[in-house]
């Protein structure tokens, strides 16, 4: 079956770097678009970026653009996502999914997500 392993969740202080991984199973992952979404304590779950199937086309949320960076190893089915200069409104709950999500997606096309890891940014 489809599983999604999220890992590098930590507790670090703002405008420090941090680096997730996602390792992917159960299916073809060098054909599948992914993305990564979060869900911030006591909201819902927010897409984040997309990467296509290649590795090409990524796609980030406003609030990311420019810190964070998203790319794909299809050979070890791992997708990662860079991120720097975090600020504490970074703070939630990573999670991994398949497809191509964008601003506009709802929390029913984050079906797929793994369990999560999870980034606190505090001084």
């Known amino acids: 079956q489809v599983q999604l392993v999220e890992s590098g969740g930590d507790l670090v202080q703002p405008g420090s770097s941090l680096t997730l991984s996602c390792v992917a199973s159960?299916?073809?992952?060098?054909?599948?678009?992914m993305m990564w979404v979060r869900q911030a304590p006591g909201k819902g779950l927010e897409w984040v970026s997309s990467?296509?199937?290649?590795?090409?086309?990524?796609d980030y949320v406003d609030s990311v653009k420019g810190r964070f960076n998203i790319s794909r190893d299809n050979a070890k089915k791992t997708l990662y996502l860079q991120m720097n200069d975090l600020r504490p409104e970074d703070t939630a709950v990573y999670y991994c999914?398949?497809?191509?999500?964008?601003?506009?997606?709802?929390?029913?096309?984050?079906?797929?997500r793994g369990q999560g890891t999870r980034v606190t940014v505090s001084s």
């Open positions: 999914a398949r497809g191509y999500g964008t601003k506009d997606s709802e929390t029913r096309d984050f079906a797929s």
């Open positions: 159960g299916f073809i992952f060098s054909t599948s678009h």
């Open positions: 990467i296509s199937a290649r590795g090409m086309i990524p």
